[in-house]
């Protein structure tokens, strides 16, 4: 069993900059690929990033060049930098992982965190 706690969201201007982190319990954290999902009022659920190991990485195309994944597992923790945020980014922001490969869809994903709220201001 893994539980994800998300933290690091919160109120920015359009143009700023946030990082969340996800803590992972578990000792098998450097095993799972880490994905970040958001979902803004009205809207499903959709792919943001994932990451396996520390070099494989996807990005969702709305914030490629945006938005960068990481991960450290000495902390198991992910990290998930935004920079140049717009309004269009706000969402409440969830972390995932599940064993295999990365997957843009929430359905593989067994664990998630009670998500963080990202808000832009215009």
């Known amino acids: 069993q893994v539980q994800l706690v998300e933290s690091g969201g919160g109120l920015v201007q359009a143009g700023g900059s946030l990082r969340l982190s996800c803590a992972a319990s578990?000792?098998?954290?450097?095993?799972?690929?880490m994905g970040w999902f958001r979902q803004a009022p009205g809207k499903e659920r959709e792919f943001v990033a994932a990451i396996r190991g520390h070099t494989s990485t996807y990005y969702a195309d709305s914030v490629k060049g945006r938005f960068t994944i990481s991960r450290d597992n000495a902390k198991n923790t992910v990290y998930l930098q935004m920079n140049s945020l717009n309004p269009e980014d706000t969402a409440v922001y969830y972390c995932?992982?599940?064993?295999?490969?990365?997957?843009?869809?929430?359905?593989?994903?067994?664990?998630w965190g009670q998500g963080t709220q990202v808000t832009v201001s215009s």
């Open positions: 995932a992982a599940r064993w295999g490969t990365i997957e843009v869809v929430t359905p593989p994903y067994n664990y």
């Open positions: 578990g000792r098998t954290f450097s095993s799972y690929t």
